[in-house]
């Protein structure tokens, strides 16, 4: 008997997508409020990339979700902020040059290797960034994007070569790989089946049920 699998659910936070859609619908409700309501939609997590807000502003956002996630069991991921991911004892997502100044910076302990962090996972974009990242500890790859994205308007997707050469690499190194750019219920039958699981963006921020638009992921994601 075949057990089902399901492949993991990333929401990633857009703020100015969310702000012109409260705006365009009228909504009464905060920003932090509808992400609270994202979040107890149960995802397996939410990645919080807030490029729009200062440090001070991201640590207060952060705080403030951090208490319903841990009630709905869903994990935040802090996008850049290696200083709050430490503080908070949460994972933290890089990109690839991140990584590679990180480790240019870790010369104490002789290794080219990331400094102690909680659960690393890196974007990347290239064969060259993925192996990047493989050598420098990512224990997750984000790869992306891999469809047209109104968030790359104009920018052409990675080519199916790139990726699949990508999905072989991470295989190689047992190393889950995570698609973002340009995915929804249209696409998403179009991903071959290595990926673990999906990241999406700006569709989330758009929601008028959000309960309901989650579990539709739910009940495609199902192996």
């Known amino acids: 008997m075949t057990t089902s699998v399901s492949k993991e659910l990333t929401y990633v936070t857009h ?7 409260l705006k365009k619908t009228n909504s009464f409700i905060s920003a932090t409020d509808y992400l609270k309501e994202l979040i107890r939609s149960k995802p397996d ?7 729009e807000s200062v ?8 705080s403030e979700l951090l208490p319903t996630a841990k009630e709905s069991e869903v994990q935040l991921i802090v996008s850049h902020h290696i200083e709050l991911a430490v503080k908070y004892n949460v994972p933290v997502q890089l990109s690839a040059t991140e990584c590679t100044s990180l480790t ?16 690393v996972s890196v974007s990347v974009h290239s064969l ?5 990242a493989i050598s420098t500890g990512a224990r997750r790859l984000v790869l992306g994007h891999l469809f047209p ?15 699949q050469r990508i999905l072989e690499l991470a295989k190689e190194h047992n190393i889950p790989i995570h ?4 995915i929804n219920f249209n696409t998403y ?34 192996d």
Do not use: H
């Open 45 to 51: 997590a939410l990645l919080l990339r807030a490029k």
């Open 128 to 132: 060259a960034e993925a192996n990047t």
């Open 189 to 222: 039958p179009l991903m071959p089946n290595d990926y673990a699981g999906i990241y999406v963006m700006t569709e989330t921020m758009e929601q008028v049920d959000i309960k309901s638009y989650t579990q539709k992921w739910r009940n495609l994601l199902i």
């Open 179 to 182: 698609g973002i750019g340009g």
């Open 15 to 21: 703020l100015p997508a969310l702000a012109e859609f």
């Open 149 to 163: 994205s109104r968030c790359k308007p104009g920018l052409a997707p990675r080519s199916e070569t790139d990726c």
């Open 104 to 119: 240019s910076a870790n010369t104490s302990t002789k290794t080219n290797t990331l400094p102690e962090l909680p659960f």
């Open 55 to 62: 440090p001070k502003d991201y640590e207060r956002l952060l």
